[in-house]
């Protein structure tokens, strides 16, 4: 999944235009950017709860606009956690990470902030199943949190 966030034309103004694509499907994302791009005639920010491996900044210089992006990390990009045993996934949060720091080094002299913001664990859709496969995780998990408790993705955003 993929947000789009584009802001008003009004510098103090925070609206943003949220919209959701897959972002596995690069021609149904370039098109939900066109769209976004084309109505408001500049794009500001992108947040990606997902890797992305090709995101539509050329776009963005199209309209000559600073912006920022967003790439949300889970904590398995940083540490093996305990629980289910998944290398493919936690490799996966770890690269975003370093994309991240390339796209900041890269692109922050220019005109895009990038930041990896990391939350710990968050009952997310595939959450559930885990803790029904080991009930034994959830107290291991809630431990690690900062709250002592597993969050949910409103309190997040």
């Keep these: 999944m ?6 008003d034309r009004n ?5 943003a235009t949220p919209a959701e694509c897959d972002i596995r499907n690069n021609e149904q994302l370039d ?3 066109l769209k976004i791009a084309a109505q408001n005639q500049r794009l500001d920010g992108l947040i990606a709860a997902a890797g992305v491996q090709d ?3 050329p ?3 199209e309209y000559h606009c600073p912006g920022s ?4 990390v889970p904590m398995s990009g940083f540490v093996a956690n305990e629980g289910p045993i998944n290398p493919v996934y936690n490799s996966s949060k770890a690269a ?4 991240g720091r390339n796209l900041a080094m890269e692109w922050g002299k220019e005109w895009i902030r990038v930041n990896r913001p990391c939350p710990g664990h968050i009952i997310t859709p595939m959450v559930p199943k885990n803790l029904e496969d080991d009930p034994s995780w959830k107290g291991s998990w809630e431990k690690e949190n900062m709250l002592g408790r597993l969050s949910t993705p409103e309190e997040y955003v």
Aim: charged letters at 5%; hydrophobic letters at 55%; glycine letters at 0%.
């Design 2 to 7: 993929v947000n789009l966030l584009v802001n």
């Design 11 to 15: 510098p103090h103004a925070n609206s």
């Design 31 to 33: 098109s939900l950017t």
């Design 55 to 57: 995101p539509p900044l």
């Design 59 to 61: 776009r963005w210089h």
């Design 69 to 72: 992006m967003i790439l949300i």
């Design 96 to 99: 975003v990470i370093q994309l």
